[in-house]
């Protein structure tokens, strides 16, 4: 039986389906993985800003890769998952296809993004990971949100904060 094993510096990724491609982001920046629910649409934001979910009483922005990415839209399925990240010190859902695994990754597997990857451009990549047979496309949470659409993102979910407190008195 073989065995995978990996010496040195890795890391370890939570690695997700979208548009039919395998993408990775590092497990530090994944606070949970969600089944789809409800989203609240919030008007004036960003077409790739599906909207706002209440986890556990806090107000978390939803994203939709697809849109953010250009890529083309796919029916909601069974697997679609909301991925609860941290960006920036701002916590929000991304939805993808399917979360499929958590798995380390050597470093030295790891080369920088080509400029263009499936359409995804790669201002949002941080490179690619080789491993066995797979290549894995590591995304830059940082990049994926640029300064002023957080800035947007958190106004968004500190409305819908002070509505939820108005609404309980």
Partial sequence: MKTNQITGQVEQLVVFQLAKETYGVDISSVREIIRMQAITDVPKT?????????????????????????????EETQHTRIMVVEV?????GM???????VLRIPTDSIDPPPPVISGVDAAYLRGVGKLDNRLIILLDLAQILQKKEIDVIEEIAAAEDDEDETDGR
């Fill in 46 to 74: 960003p077409d790739f800003v599906e909207g706002v979910i209440n986890l556990r009483g806090k107000v978390i922005p939803v994203i939709d890769l697809h849109k953010r990415f250009d890529l083309p839209a796919i």
């Fill in 95 to 101: 939805i993808v296809d399917s979360v499929s695994e």
């Fill in 88 to 92: 920036e010190n701002v916590t929000v």
